[in-house]
């Protein structure tokens, strides 16, 4: 799939979160590309460039998957867009949201 | 040219462009109190209409219909205005910038270069602001960022001017009177009645009606269609639910926010149980979401082939109706 060649070089670590949410969305949207710590913090979630390969169908899914996990809505899509433009705008919500 | 500007970061682009405005010209509000002040639940399947060959399904009210109630309901006074020619369209722009006056602007999204790539799609009902212009620059604040932006002269002229549907021909707007204070709750009441009144209208493709005649369709379009052409209409839809505009979910959570405003203003407590029960109902809309989207991906589970998305949509639709008669009820 389109994208899936773009994973992190060993410079770019993810930290925990973003480690996990790497792992939920493999998870969630069965991808059967990379390894969860291989992505870059700051890659595509979505779209043509996205190393997971997913689209805005996938995106529904891990909108509802981050609400169970940590009780965290994204309520819209205008700001679903920005929140999972990578896993560190994704992380970052989550912890904006949670203090 | 520069005006001082109270960017905030909302969740639908029309709804926090009035509540922006309104809060510049000294009147703070909410964009969920815009939103529900401008009636912008709705819901229509409109088979009739095709984009891209597909039927068009939209989750809230017409685009402007936000902006055109709000104004009218709180005695607004506005300005608006649509252009064949782009460079006058750009010219009384600047004329309005250069005076001090904010204006809104209704763009399509997929010319906007401050958007990233993956994110920008063909939307031409997208509403922004622009508060200034630095040499060929304008000062944007676009509601989706969370800071205010720039957009170069050229592109934006060109997001303007954008083809297709809901082609915004250089349309622009700007608040020119406002009233010493705002009255808000007969404006709330004639809102939720209207809302109330469109989603139970005696049409069958609007409201809960429209969703149920939906849902109907939905369970049929295997047979009707074949496997291939049924996930792609399937596919659309949930698009249109949660990806054009602000989602249908969406919608339901800025209404049930307005709720919970509006029991405040009204001093009726009653509406803060409505407003938790509307949030649930976004989530049932999101859990059919959901299904519907392991359904096109082809990672359904159990419990999620076409049937049973219809039987999820009916019970949004009976949700949303018995909830809806309840707030009818409070508002006579």
């Known amino acids: ?99 | 040219m520069q005006t001082p500007f109270p960017h905030r970061q909302t969740a639908h682009c029309e709804s926090g462009v009035i509540a922006n405005l309104l809060t510049h010209h000294g009147l703070p509000m909410s964009e969920a109190m815009a939103f529900g002040i401008g009636g912008g639940l709705f819901f229509g399947y409109l088979p009739f209409i095709r984009i891209n060959g597909l039927p068009l399904t939209t989750f809230r009210t017409t685009p402007g219909g936000i902006f055109n109630r709000v104004t009218k309901r709180l005695g607004i006074g506005v300005a608006c205005k649509n252009f064949k020619n782009p460079d006058q369209a750009m010219a009384e722009l600047d004329s309005y910038l250069g005076r001090g006056v904010p204006v809104g602007m209704q763009t399509g999204v997929y010319w906007l270069p401050y958007f990233p790539p993956a994110l920008r799609f063909h939307f031409n009902a997208h509403n922004m602001i622009a508060f200034g212009k630095k040499g060929d620059d304008y000062l944007i604040s676009d509601p989706v960022f969370p800071e205010p932006v720039v957009c170069a002269a050229s592109d934006l002229a060109r997001a303007r001017f954008a083809q297709g549907a809901l082609a915004p021909k250089g349309r622009m707007y700007c608040i020119t009177a406002v009233p010493k204070a705002l009255d808000l709750a007969p404006a709330i009441r004639q809102s939720i009645r209207g809302v109330c009144r469109s989603m139970s209208a005696p049409f069958p493709l609007i409201g809960t009606r429209g969703i149920r005649f939906l849902a109907g369709q939905l369970e049929r379009w295997p047979a009707r269609l074949g496997d291939r052409r049924a996930i792609l209409y399937l596919g659309n839809l949930i698009r249109m639910q949660e990806e054009i505009g602000t989602g249908g979910g969406g919608f339901r959570f800025i209404f049930a926010a307005f709720l919970q405003e509006a029991a405040d203003v009204l001093g009726e407590s009653r509406l803060l149980d409505l407003s938790q029960r509307m949030t649930a109902v976004g989530d049932l809309w999101r859990e059919f979401a959901v299904a519907g989207a392991r359904h096109c991906k082809g990672r359904a589970g159990e419990g999620e082939d076409f049937g049973d998305l219809a039987r999820m949509l009916r019970r949004c639709g009976e949700e949303e109706g018995a909830l809806l008669r309840e707030l009818a009820s409070l508002v006579r």
Request: with cysteine; charged share 25%; aromatic share 4%.
């Open chain 1, 1 to 99: 799939m389109l994208g899936r060649m773009r994973v992190a070089g060993e410079c770019e670590m993810l930290d925990s979160l973003e480690q996990e949410l790497s792992e939920m969305i493999i998870d969630t949207c069965r991808v059967a590309g990379p390894l969860a710590a291989e992505i870059a913090p700051d890659a595509p979630l979505i779209g043509p460039d996205s190393p997971y390969g997913l689209d805005s169908l996938d995106a529904v899914e891990i909108v509802v998957a981050v609400q169970k996990n940590y009780q965290i809505r994204i309520e819209a899509q205008e700001t679903s867009r920005e929140v999972l433009q990578s896993l560190r705008s994704l992380a970052a919500y989550i912890r904006s949201q949670q203090n």
